[in-house]
């Protein structure tokens, strides 16, 4: 047997053995990285298919208000009162018109009522 016989056989009993574990954990890793962002867009979920709804289920229950709506206070809020002005202008040289509009607003504040201390 020559030296470069035995060379080749070390390199198939050492190195190549290697270079297939190495191989393998690279396309493990792929596995389970596609795996991940398999679960992540999905929802979580295993399968890919829409979940059926349970048997004898119609609509969800109304949910009670966490606030009683006794509590609190009404408050009216009043119409913005606004004028309009229009003013129109010409210019004698070359006959064009010029239209100007002015809103000013009325903004009228509401009543300021001090509501009572609660009683301890």
Do not use: C
């Not at 210019?91 to 201390?117: H, M």
Request: no cysteine.
């Amino acid at each position: 047997m020559s030296f470069f016989g035995l060379i080749f056989i070390i390199f198939l009993i050492w190195i190549v053995p290697k270079l297939i574990r190495g191989f393998l954990f690279v396309n493990n890793i792929k596995k389970q990285s596609r795996k991940m962002y398999e679960q992540m867009y999905n929802g979580g979920q295993r399968d890919s298919q829409p979940r059926s709804r349970k048997p004898g289920w119609s609509e969800p229950q109304p949910h009670k208000k966490k606030i009683d709506p006794n509590v609190g206070e009404y408050v009216s809020f009043q119409e913005i009162t606004s004028t309009e002005t229009e003013t129109t202008t010409t210019d004698p040289a070359t006959g064009a018109r010029e239209t100007t509009y002015t809103v000013e607003q009325q903004v009228t504040d509401a009543e300021w009522v001090d509501l009572p201390a609660p009683e301890k």
